[in-house]
C-alpha cells in the first residue's frame, strides 16, 4: 500500500528561535549596501539546501523548495510579467500574514520563466524526494489583483492564464513532474468555475507526462460541489482541518483522480496525535486507492515557527509510512 506525503508549499524562512537569519541580515545590509544581490541568493540557496534536507529527514515523499525566494505567490509572477505594478500589502485570506497586491496597468506578456531557475535549484539539492513545482492559478491570481487594463474580468483572467501557461511548459521542459496549480480563491467564487476550467484547461492542455493537482485550502468546497472535478487536471488538493465536511466531496470524486488530503493544521501549533492522523488516513483509505492518496498539511507551513513546522513534517512522514507500511 503506497501512501504519498507532501506538502501545500510554503515553509518557515526564520531559523529556530536564537538562530541568525542570514537572509534576512542580508537584506538589510543591501538596503545599507553593506551586501549584494549576489550575496542574497548565496544566502537563499543556503535556506533552500535546509528546507529541503528538514523535508527529506522528515520523510516526505513530494516536497517544495518552501517558497523560500518568494514574498508571496504572486509578487515573483507579477513582478517578472509585462502589464503589472506590484501595489500594497493586503492580509492573505484570514491569516496574520500579507501579500503585495498586483496591479494590471498593461497587456499581460510574457518575459521569461519566473519560477524555474528556483525549481531547478531544489532539485538539485533534493537527495531522496520528488520535487514539485507549484504555481498560482489564473483565477485566484485575478480575483487578489486590481485590475485596471481589461476592464473585462473574463479577459484578465484568460490573460494570466496564457502566461501561466507558458511557465508551466517551462516547468515541464525542466524536468518537473508535478505542478501545482494553486486555486484557494476559487472557493468563495464558485461564479468563476467556468472561468477557471477554461484557464486551466489552457495550461495543462499545453503539459504531457506531467502530474497536476488543483490546490485549495482554507475553506471548503461545498458551494462548488462535483462540479469542481470537471476541472482538466489529474488530482485535487482539499484543505479537511478548516473544512472537515470536504471529506464528503472527496467521496464523490471520479475513480481515476488523485485526492491529496490536507489533514495536520498547517495554522496551528499543537502538535497533532500519531494515532488520531492514523486513524484518519484509515477513513480516506475506505474512499480513496492507496495508489490515489496523498497526505499534507492543510496549507502552507509558513504560519508556524520553524522548528513547529518541522515536528510537524516528522509526525507527517512517520505516520504516512506506518499506515503504508
Same mark, same amino acid.
Given at each position: 500500500m503506497t501512501i !504519498?506525503?507532501?506538502?501545500?508549499?510554503?515553509?518557515?524562512?526564520?531559523?529556530?528561535?536564537?538562530?541568525?537569519?542570514?537572509v534576512r541580515k542580508t537584506i538589510q545590509g543591501i538596503d545599507r549596501g553593506?551586501?549584494?544581490?549576489?550575496?542574497? $541568493?548565496? @544566502?537563499q540557496d543556503e535556506l533552500v539546501t535546509a528546507i529541503v534536507g528538514e523535508h527529506e529527514a522528515a520523510g516526505i515523499d513530494v516536497?517544495?523548495?518552501?517558497? @523560500?525566494? =518568494?514574498?508571496?505567490?504572486?509578487?515573483? &509572477?507579477? !513582478?517578472? =510579467? @509585462?502589464?503589472?505594478?506590484?501595489?500594497?500589502?493586503?492580509? =492573505?485570506?484570514? #491569516? #496574520?500574514?500579507?501579500? !503585495? !497586491?498586483? /496591479?494590471c496597468t498593461g497587456p499581460i506578456e510574457w518575459r521569461g520563466p519566473s519560477s524555474v531557475e528556483a525549481f531547478r535549484f531544489a532539485v538539485s539539492v533534493a537527495k531522496t524526494s520528488t520535487v514539485k513545482a507549484v504555481i498560482p492559478g489564473p483565477v485566484t491570481f485575478a480575483r487578489l489583483s486590481v485590475d485596471e487594463y481589461y476592464a473585462n474580468h473574463e479577459n484578465f483572467v484568460a490573460g494570466i492564464a496564457d502566461v501561466l501557461a507558458q511557465e508551466a511548459a517551462e516547468l515541464e521542459a525542466a524536468g518537473?513532474?508535478?505542478?501545482?496549480?494553486?486555486?484557494?480563491?476559487? +472557493?468563495? @467564487?464558485?461564479?468563476? +468555475?467556468?472561468?477557471? $476550467?477554461?484557464?486551466?484547461?489552457?495550461?495543462?492542455?499545453? +503539459?504531457?507526462?506531467?502530474?497536476? /493537482?488543483?490546490?485549495?485550502? &482554507?475553506?471548503?468546497? $461545498?458551494?462548488?460541489?462535483?462540479d469542481l472535478f470537471d476541472l482538466p487536471v489529474d488530482g485535487f488538493a482539499f484543505d479537511l482541518v478548516s473544512a472537515p465536511e470536504n471529506i464528503e466531496l472527496i467521496k464523490r470524486a471520479p475513480a481515476d483522480r488523485n485526492i491529496q488530503a490536507g489533514i495536520l493544521d498547517a495554522r496551528n501549533t499543537m502538535l497533532e496525535r500519531s494515532d488520531d492522523l492514523k486513524v484518519q488516513i484509515e477513513k480516506l483509505l475506505e474512499v480513496v486507492d492507496a495508489g490515489r492518496l496523498s497526505v499534507a498539511p492543510s496549507s502552507g507551513l509558513e504560519y508556524l515557527p520553524r522548528e513547529k513546522a518541522r515536528a510537524k513534517l516528522e509526525l507527517l512522514g512517520s505516520v504516512t509510512k506506518e499506515v503504508g507500511a
Open positions: !504519498r506525503s507532501t506538502v501545500v508549499g510554503s515553509y518557515p524562512k526564520p531559523p529556530d528561535e536564537g538562530q541568525r537569519f542570514d553593506e551586501t549584494t544581490v549576489e550575496d542574497l $541568493k548565496r @544566502a516536497i517544495t523548495d518552501g517558497h @523560500a525566494r =518568494w514574498e508571496d505567490i504572486l509578487t515573483p &509572477f507579477a !513582478r517578472n =510579467w @509585462a502589464g503589472f505594478e506590484i501595489g500594497g500589502l493586503l492580509r =492573505w485570506f484570514d #491569516n #496574520n500574514t500579507y501579500y !503585495r !497586491r498586483p /496591479v518537473a513532474t508535478i505542478i501545482q496549480i494553486d486555486e484557494p480563491a476559487l +472557493l468563495d @467564487a464558485p461564479e468563476d +468555475l467556468a472561468l477557471a $476550467k477554461a484557464g486551466i484547461a489552457m495550461i495543462t492542455d499545453g +503539459l504531457s507526462g506531467v502530474e497536476t /493537482v488543483l490546490g485549495t485550502y &482554507f475553506g471548503d468546497a $461545498k458551494r462548488i460541489g462535483t
